[in-house]
């Protein structure tokens, strides 16, 4: 399933790419292949995936080498979203030997990580598949990259939760904890619904089955069930329908790959992952030489 990568991803990505070079050169460049890299060398390189996963990032490695040296190719030969096999070329990178070496580390710092993040939630996509249930990331990002980890989510099946404080309503615990004007939670939800932006999302948390009922008398958009057993889950989604259908359910709280096809098999038609970003171990991808061409 090919994801597009927009504008939007486009300019989180050159921010980062800006610093990641920056930091491996500073002012100076890369000192060992100026010692030994003969400027006039050229090659060209494959960048190969040394495990199976889901591909995410290619955009980003060309984006590199674009940044890096303009005269260095970068040949996709699959695209974001795409299932790789260990030994599968995902891409052909040619030109000038120091460019590609000095490059090298920046773009699979980029790939390796956001492809991570796609095989990870490709697993747990695949996990609730036939259910209700859609697989979403949550704000446990790493700062600065946040649109990037969310793309990758996307390209591995997964569903973005909002993107931040700024597009939606999520009313949690420590909300309402400092919340004064009132105990009741259906009241923070009309009254969130009242100060907010018309059309947004206006959710809240619930950490038992008598809060619920309390919550669905304001009409949130969605209800967040936070670690519930699997008993409670199923005893939530039956008070939501018959008090509050149209209402939508979303569980949150320790889910894992061992955990996830049950809860979606409860009826709710949301599950939250913060391991998607902030636990997916990296894809292993590395570069294998194709060709060198040497100066005359």
Partial sequence: MEETFGQREQDAAEILIGLGLSEDMETVGDLTCAALIHPDESAAVQVVARTHGILAGSPIGRMVFARLDPTVQWDAHRRDGDSVEPGEAVATVAGPLASLLTGERTMLNFMTHLSGIASLTRRF???????????????????????????????????????????GVLIKDNHLAA???????????????????QGVSIEVEVDSVAQLRDALQGKPD?????????????????????????????????????????????????????????????????????????RD
């Avoid at 259906?186 to 969130?192: D, I, L, Q, S, Y």
């Avoid at 889950?233 to 096809?261: D, F, H, I, W």
């Avoid at 998607?276 to 040497?294: E, G, N, Q, V």
């Fill in 222 to 294: 969605i209800v967040l069930l936070d670690n519930m057993d699997l008993q409670t889950l199923r005893e939530s989604v039956s008070v939501r329908n018959e008090y509050a259908p149209e209402v939508l359910l979303e569980a949150s709280g320790g889910v894992t790959l061992a955990t996830v096809a049950e809860i979606a098999q409860t009826g709710v038609e949301r599950i939250s992952v913060g391991g998607l970003t902030h636990s997916a171990p990296a894809l292993d991808l590395a570069f294998d030489w194709k060709s060198r061409i040497k």
């Fill in 125 to 167: 996509a695949d996990a609730v598949r036939g259910t209700r249930a859609v697989v979403l990331d949550t704000r446990k990002t790493l700062p600065g990259w946040r649109v990037l980890e969310k793309y990758a989510v996307r390209c591995g099946g997964g569903t973005n939760h909002r993107m931040g404080l700024y597009d």
């Fill in 179 to 197: 919340w004064t004007e009132s105990d009741s939670i259906a009241h923070a939800v009309v009254t969130a619904r009242q100060r907010s932006p």
